[in-house]
């Protein structure tokens, strides 16, 4: 992972679900237990080197789209409440109308109360989960992602998209289609994430990688509810700028 303060963090997305994304920053994910993910990295415990960090990263939102992303490499409860307010005071200055924001399960009570704070200002929010798969067994055994709960529609009480992270030991077409087909089914957006190599332990699988791009990517590529993202900068952030 670059140095956070080098990495790109604002980009447009023109494609299926055209939209602004900001990768912002916080105090870090609470969860670090991911045997796939290092993105917790990106993390600072000042708050104020955050916020301005964070209020450059929102500066170049123009509201083209009337759509944002934020992602912050965890929960937007890891956000401090000054970058909140920047992010709500952007909305309103740029006629955004709708919002997604990421968010782990252990943070899935807190959701109700960012849906009501962003409705009281007409602005619509859409909250995405990291299940990386809906293998209940592979995905606590072998991912350790921490979701307490093997039902779909339960998930879906909470969340509005998933994100699913493929290309991984274990995997095969079927299984990957069936998480894509389960995601579209209860969420709705999926955004499949290949997995590529990083300090962690779990590592990208070539022949399932292989097996994705010949038989799955041909079946979703057109789909506008799926997005595919074959590298982890394909949104356009988080690489080096």
């Known amino acids: 992972m670059p140095e956070t303060n080098e990495m790109i963090r604002y980009s447009v997305i023109t494609v299926k679900n055209p939209r602004e994304i900001v990768l912002l920053r916080g105090r870090g994910c609470e969860w670090r237990k991911c045997r796939f993910c290092d993105y917790h990295l990106d993390f600072c415990k000042e708050e104020s080197d955050n916020f301005r960090l964070n209020s450059e990263a929102l500066s170049h939102v123009t509201g083209e789209y009337h ?119 209860y969420f709705s957006r999926v955004c499949v994430n290949i997995m590529v190599a990083n300090s962690m332990p779990v590592k990208p699988d070539p022949r399932v990688i292989a097996e994705f791009q010949k038989i799955v990517l041909p079946k979703y590529e057109a789909n506008e509810r799926v997005d595919l993202l074959m590298e982890n900068t394909d949104f356009g952030v988080g690489g080096i700028a």
């Not at 990421?102 to 200002?121: D, G, I, N, T, Y």
């Open 67 to 185: 759509r944002l992303e934020v992602i912050n490499s965890g929960s937007f409860t890891d956000l401090d409440e000054s970058t909140m307010k920047r992010i709500m005071d952007v909305c309103d200055e740029k006629e955004i109308g709708e919002i997604h924001f990421e968010c782990h399960w252990m943070h899935r009570e807190s959701v109700p109360a960012l849906r009501a704070q962003f409705a009281e200002k007409g602005i619509h929010v859409n909250v995405k989960i990291g299940v990386e798969t809906f293998d209940s067994l592979f995905r606590e055994s072998y991912l350790v992602k921490g979701i307490d709960t093997d039902q779909p529609s339960e998930i879906a009480r909470y969340f509005d998209e998933v994100c699913l992270l493929q290309g991984i030991p274990g995997q095969s077409a079927s299984s990957m289609e069936k998480d894509i087909e389960t995601g579209l089914s």
